[in-house]
């Protein structure tokens, strides 16, 4: 064997497809489709093959991310209206991402134990959850699989020595940002991680981290072809889900701020607030595989370099720079704020990368005394499966529930009128709703049913599960959850006599009454 294949990375990659298996993997199986999942499938389903969905998921609002409305329609291709396929796909991402970024720390910082560490902890990281359990999300993990890839095409350029892989690297980095946006700046590691390790051989890094962000102008220049293609969308293709941009230091600050707390705090509160639920629901066969997960990373992961090395400082330099690329998009959005729990975990999924950084940097500063620095690594990972493997069981549980009571309404539904309108009222009920809204529940009773003619709404109540506000539904009325119709803006009401209510605690199907 030669030298050159002593280095090919075959053991650490199986550690990192066994680290994303272990983690999400697991309850894979038994995912279902959840909130936004229920629209993209009933409209890629009523679109009449692959390229009559392309055209559907254009005409619905998706312009400025061609490649996610090419994206829906494959995973469509491959799944149907069966979830496995698709969180199989998501799982396969997830793999992808965290070797390419595995490979990319490996080229970066020159220490492979380093470059493990830090890209487990990030795919493991528990700031993301939504992104392994929701289809809907997955576009964000497919334009980071891009993105890194695009990274590490580019990074090898000098290697290479053709300006084929510079041109590589850009239509793959311009194929993520048209994907999602939240990989726009993650070039920035690049750099931070340059900067970083001429800081190990000399005091003035200010030089050579400055030549480091000029050599970026390529992606600078897709960048602008990329957002000057999305005001194209906008303004031309009449692109009808526009994204927002704004410029505001006190939203930035606030950005910032919480993905800072997504990345520390939060996570160590999701990690306290999912062990009663874990304990009480673990069997002694799960505890014990949970240990022993936690066991073999102590044996797995290590860092062993010297916290003024090359490769820590490197680290260092990316892990900043990449938070900071992470969580800028979202400080020029002019709404989104980080959130480490529900649907809007998917707000970190670029941080993560940052988050599994700083980690290893922490077990770093640790290498002096190896005992203390495995315990450290196997807390957190026995920490990250556990809020992993909670996570998948309430998911799992939700998937059951709504296929409970999607096949209870429908039964109750089959002698329904044309164009009758379906208003779930929902049993209160602890974490992630069965359904949001109009949006999901309507697309779900569809899709159960077969009836394109059905539209379908949810009864609100307030905190103490007494009616609350009225809810919009899909006919333009509104239904207050004592049963009456009541007027929208815009002045339209639902028919008497064409509105049932579906209440869940007694499994009943009546007539809505009319207006007094």
Known sequence: MTAQEARRPVFPVLVIIAAVALSFGVHAPSLGFYHDDWVFIELASRAGGFWGAVKAFASAGYLSRPVEILQFPSFFAVGGTDPLPYHLLMLSLEAA??????????????????????????AAHPSRSALHVWFASSPQTLA???ALASLLVFERRAELRSAAAVLASQVLYLAS????ESTAFLPLMLAGAHAGRAWA?????????????AALWPYAASLALALLYQRFAASVLQESNPK???????????????????????????????IPGFWSESSAAAIIAWVAIAGSSVLLLAVKDD??????????????????GAYL???????????????????????????????????????????VQGSFLGLLVLAFTLVHWQTGRQFARLRTAQEGLLASVAGAAAGLPHGAVVLLDL?????????????????????????????????KRNLAGRPGKPSETAAGGAVEAGGRASRTPSGKALAAGGAFVYSEKTATLTPLGGPP
Not at 245 to 260: I, T
């Open 97 to 122: 991402q965290g070797v390419l970024f595995f490979l990319l720390l490996d080229r970066l910082l020159g220490s492979r134990r380093l470059a493990l560490t830090a890209a487990v902890l990030a």
């Open 144 to 146: 980071l699989a891009l």
């Open 177 to 180: 940002v048209l994907c999602y």
């Open 201 to 213: 051989k000399g005091p003035r890094a200010l030089g050579p981290g400055a030549r480091s962000l």
């Open 244 to 274: 927002t941009v704004g410029l505001s230091l006190a939203h930035a600050v606030k950005v910032f701020g919480a993905g800072l707390e997504c990345l520390t705090n939060r996570v160590l509160h999701l990690v306290w607030t999912s």
């Open 307 to 324: 916290l003024k090395s090359p490769a820590v400082r490197g680290a260092a330099g990316a892990a900043v720079m990449g938070f900071i």
């Open 329 to 371: 998009p979202y400080a020029l959005s002019a709404s989104y704020v980080p959130q480490v729990f529900g649907f809007m975990s998917r707000t970190n999924g670029a941080g993560a990368l940052a988050g599994g950084l700083l980690l290893a940097l922490a077990a770093a500063s640790l290498g002096s005394r190896p005992a």
């Open 427 to 459: 049993v209160p009920r602890d974490g992630p709703a069965l359904f949001a809204g109009h949006f999901d529940f309507s697309a779900a009773l569809r899709l159960k049913t077969g009836r394109p003619d059905l539209g379908g709404d949810i009864v």
